[in-house]
């Protein structure tokens, strides 16, 4: 199973940039899916996950401004930024949770300037 993440780069503060995250080698439906980001100097930390029904949770510092989304059929898992701030830069990481393992994918940069 592998996990490639896409879309990460340089953006201005207040833009908006959209990752993508896609599962090869698989023939189930990961019961969900998430991004996670680790800043410098800060641990992981969970950004937003969707369940395969479509149940959505997000960190309180992205409500509003981040907008998780998925492909079941192609197990792709979606992430939107919008009003991007300096504060989310981060190695951005997609996640896939199957019955019993979690598969995570390589990691995307993301950076925002001020």
């Known amino acids: 199973v592998q996990l490639q993440a896409s879309g990460g780069g340089l953006v201005q503060a207040g833009g908006s940039m959209r990752l993508s995250c896609a599962a090869s080698?698989?023939?189930?439906?990961?019961?969900?899916m998430g991004w996670y980001r680790r800043a410098p100097g800060r641990q992981r930390e969970s950004v937003a996950t969707?369940?395969?029904?479509?149940?959505?949770n997000y960190a309180n510092s992205v409500k509003g401004r981040f907008t998780i989304s998925r492909d079941n059929a192609q197990n792709i898992v979606y992430l939107q930024m919008n009003s991007l701030k300096p504060e989310d830069t981060a190695v951005y990481y997609c996640n896939g949770m199957g019955a019993s393992v979690a598969y995570w994918g390589q990691g995307t940069l993301v950076t925002v300037s001020s």
């Open positions: 080698g698989i023939i189930f439906t990961f019961r969900e």
């Open positions: 969707i369940t395969s029904g479509g149940v959505t």
